[in-house]
């Protein structure tokens, strides 16, 4: 089936017919360009919010005080809900599923720093030592937050390669002390973010604990954050449930008032975009496969027309010793290398147009490494020469049921 | 070499029924050259198709060199027709995209002769048929008689035991349609039988014997000095 001599001769034909052939060719090679660029698109949409999501922890459940809007056991709506100390340290504590926690106590605006005669106006965050796993926070030198710092309210900074670079200069920053609104901390850490937006390199960290303290906060965060380690959305729900149901208690409001917590399950939000990709995906491979099919079609359409008009080729062929097989794997073969060839020329330009167009995209959010991947490719392969049988059958059985005698009558 | 008992064939179009051959009886020996002639209607070409085998008939039997002909697959039709049988026709039936040599040698490609040995062998049969210098030319840069020529050595490339042409000379004017009849008695001379379809007297003249068909029955065989009285 596979012997040179076929080739030769499927070879000769096509390059006789090379208009009929191109026109063929053309259409497949399209529907597989178009199909290629949508589906990198997708993965390069896909790409890019999850390039969007890598600075952060996607499991994470951030909570913040609200205002009550029901009345509950007797008390006015309106009341302001003011998380404490003690939420933080009862979740820590009571709540099952909890993976990291960090409560955060905000300074207000951006602050005043300085070092020597350098100022910079910089956000100070407050934090608990978790708050490095759940920011993703890489440290390029020394440490973050430790329990001592918080235990003890030591006055000491973690800073970036930003503010490093803004307030220090060529000097090296460990073990200096810079001032934050007029009060020295010293600094232990430098660190860097992995979010790719660097708004978090603007933050300079402290320990929650000195913040209350210098601030004027004792015992009392703005909000805190935790995470649920590979929880499930489902159960990262009933987490936060739980979680607001205790703050409800201590601080006794209606867990059902939306208004009194409010609270953020990135999981939840994770999940939605997830969802967003799979139907995206599913609309892709529908138009593609739509698209191909019609290319199928076509072929399909013009093979059988190429079989009515080559009647009295292929009849002439029999007289002289063709068999209904060889017919057939004449017709089939046509196709089927049609369809391969056109089908992967449209493949590797659509990678190409993917690849060229990758570092345009390098800046532009939510977009990112168009790209398909490798199965992808050989699966599209396989199946190209697939399309490329079933476009030949129909049209090649045709051809084989041709009776000599018949094509051979004059005109 | 072609022994022909109580041939019968009909064709069915929807409710007609239209019998062609009404109990053919003939036999063929090896090396004759035999012409067929018939008015049209006669049933001449269904003979033809099915000694060639392009075509089945319904009852009686067909022996093609003692071996018999009847109810064969596709597959072992065209083996047939491929072995033993060459075609030439009155609209030559040349493949148009191929040149000359790549007609001739098509016969071979289907014994799976290599591309090299098959072409080599056209040239030589191109040759034989002074047509050498045309063996790169497609069919349409040629001739009637060039084309014909060109058949020719595709119906002897396989070194058929028959050569079956119908109306050979149809196409041709007379000057042409006598040097094709050369040809195809030099074919003859070399030992292959050879069977003609046609209407034209002067060619039937030039061959050993005619076989006159009527309303599907063979009325009269002749000799060519017969032919004239006939006429």
């Known amino acids: ?411 | 070499m072609i022994h022909l008992k109580q041939l019968h064939k009909s064709y069915v179009t929807g409710n007609n029924r239209l019998h062609v051959l009404k109990g053919i009886d003939l036999t063929i020996e090896r090396g004759e050259l035999v012409s067929v002639m018939g008015s049209s209607g006669s049933g001449k070409s269904t003979l033809l198709n099915i000694i060639g085998i392009l075509d089945a008939y319904d009852t009686g039997n067909y022996y093609l060199d003692d071996t018999l002909i009847k109810n064969l697959n596709e597959r072992k039709a065209a083996y047939y027709r491929n072995q033993m049988i060459g075609f030439v026709f009155q609209s030559f039936n040349l493949i148009s995209f191929k040149n000359a040599m790549e007609n001739v040698a098509l016969p071979l490609y289907y014994q799976k002769v290599g591309r090299k040995k098959r072409n080599k062998i056209a040239l030589e049969y191109l040759e034989r048929m002074g047509m050498l210098e045309w063996a790169m030319h497609t069919p349409g840069e040629l001739s009637g008689g060039q084309k014909q020529r060109i058949a020719i050595a595709r119906a002897m490339i396989s070194r058929p035991k028959i050569i079956l042409a119908d109306e050979p000379t149809g196409a041709l004017d007379s000057k042409t349609s006598f040097e094709v009849m050369e040809i195809m008695q030099e074919v003859n001379r070399e030992g292959i039988t050879v069977i003609i379809v046609t209407h034209e007297h002067d060619i039937a003249e030039r061959t050993g014997r005619i076989i006159h068909l009527q309303d599907g029955i063979i009325d009269k065989e002749l000799k060519p000095v017969e032919l004239q009285r006939y006429a």
């Not at chain 1, 020597?116 to 759940?134: L, Q, R, T, W």
């Not at chain 1, 007029?182 to 978090?200: E, S």
């Not at chain 1, 490798?374 to 199946?383: G, Q």
């Open chain 1, 1 to 411: 089936m596979l012997d040179g001599d076929k080739w030769q001769e499927i070879l000769s034909t096509i390059s006789k017919n090379k208009l009929r052939t191109f026109l063929t060719a053309f259409s497949v090679a399209w529907g597989i360009f178009m199909l290629v660029i949508l589906l990198g698109s997708g993965t390069g949409l896909q790409n890019g919010i999850n390039r969007e999501f890598s600075g952060e922890a996607t499991n994470a459940i951030w909570i913040w005080g609200g205002q009550t809007s029901k009345p509950y056991k007797g008390m006015k709506p309106g009341r302001h809900i003011r998380l404490k100390d003690a939420d933080y340290s009862e979740t820590k504590s009571n709540i099952d599923g909890v993976e990291y926690i960090s409560g955060r106590y905000y300074i207000g605006g951006n602050s005043q720093v300085s070092y020597k005669n350098e100022y910079g106006s910089f956000n100070v965050n407050s934090a608990h030592p978790d708050f490095m796993h759940i920011e993703k926070i890489e440290m390029v030198r020394g440490r973050y937050i430790n329990v001592i710092d918080i235990k003890k309210w030591r006055k000491v900074a973690i800073i970036s390669e930003m503010v490093q670079e803004s307030l220090f200069k060529d000097e090296d920053p460990m073990g200096k002390y810079l001032k934050l609104n007029g009060i020295p901390f010293k600094v232990v850490g430098i660190y860097t973010d992995l979010d790719i937006r660097n708004r978090g390199l603007r933050t300079i960290y402290i320990p929650i604990t000195s913040a209350q303290a210098v601030f004027n906060g004792r015992g009392r965060i703005h909000n805190f954050v935790v995470t649920t380690g590979d929880a499930s959305v489902a159960e990262s729900k009933v987490i936060e449930d739980n979680i607001i149901k205790s703050i409800a208690r201590r601080h006794t409001f209606d867990p059902e008032d939306d208004r009194a917590i409010g609270h953020w399950n990135a999981s939840e939000n994770y999940q939605q975009f997830q969802n967003l990709f799979a139907g995206i995906r599913i609309f892709i491979w529908m138009i593609g496969v739509g698209t191909l099919i019609a290319g199928v079609v076509g072929v399909s359409n013009i093979m059988m027309i190429v079989v009515t008009e080559r009647t009295k080729e292929i009849g002439i062929r029999k007289a002289i010793g063709a068999t209904p097989g060889s017919v057939l794997n004449l017709i089939i073969l046509e196709s089927v290398l049609i369809i391969a060839v056109s089908g992967y020329t449209g493949m590797v330009m659509g990678i190409g147009l993917l690849e060229l167009l990758s570092p345009v995209f390098e800046n532009i959010p939510f977009i990112y490494q168009p790209e398909i991947d490798v199965k992808v490719a050989v699966a599209a392969t396989v199946i190209l020469v697939l399309c490329g049988v079933i476009a030949g059958y129909m049209p090649s059985r045709k051809a084989a049921r041709i009776k000599p005698v018949i094509a051979l009558r004059d005109e």
